[in-house]
């Protein structure tokens, strides 16, 4: 299955919102995708343009704590809630 430009693309979105730096990503791509990568100056250059042309999403996605898989408490059955 090839990966398209748009989806690799879509990724690098993903990745700008998570904090990531390019060669970071860009390295992930490499290994997912193989010879079909976007080329390195093309990653950073999406990168710096989305991120200059969508400031709001970076200021709201700092603003919110990242999400830890850990803070939640597993489902118990509901007589073991009223238990405690």
């Known amino acids: ?3 398209t430009r748009f989806e ?3 990724y690098i979105k993903i990745a700008v919102l ?12 490499v290994e997912a995708v193989g010879n079909n990568v976007l080329s ?3 990653v950073a250059r999406d990168r710096r343009l989305w991120w200059t042309r969508h400031p709001h999403v970076h200021l ?3 603003a919110q704590p990242l999400f830890d ?3 939640i408490e597993p489902r118990r059955p ?6 405690l």
């Open 69 to 71: 898989p850990r803070e």
């Open 78 to 83: 509901k007589d073991e809630r009223e238990m």
């Open 18 to 29: 998570r904090g990531k730096i390019a060669m970071e990503y860009h390295s992930e791509l």
């Open 1 to 3: 299955m090839e990966v």
């Open 60 to 62: 709201a996605a700092a």
């Open 8 to 10: 690799q693309r879509s």
């Open 40 to 42: 390195y100056r093309t």
